[in-house]
């Protein structure tokens, strides 16, 4: 019977490095939805300079499009200082509405690459 047992475990073993791989996997997906959190956040101030970061990034291949996509759904620049400065109610809707699509977007074009 221990002998058996013994089959078993090693036939339904995974090998080290295919272990590690998926760790690696793990870890980097992980990764890269803590960036598209921190690309959202960082697209709620109501300026362009930050966004430049998620650019830049993007162009030496250090995130994907994907998060790229969704910072630049948040971000709206300079525009939105008007609309701080007249309603403030206003203000703090349109950045939610873009909030919610921009994760949506980027974490949709996460799961397809």
Known sequence: MKRRDAVYRKSHCFP???ILFQLKH???ARALLMI???AV???IIPESGPH???VTMYLEGA???SILIASSIVQDGHGMLPMLAVSKKSFVLIKLINV????TV???GMLTT
Do not use: A, S, T
């Open 100 to 103: 919610v699509v921009g994760l």
């Open 16 to 18: 080290k490095g295919q």
């Open 41 to 43: 956040l960082v697209g």
């Open 63 to 65: 995130i994907p499009l």
């Open 36 to 38: 598209l959190i921190v």
């Open 26 to 28: 793990i870890l980097f």
């Open 106 to 108: 980027g974490l949709l």
């Open 52 to 54: 430049l970061v998620f």
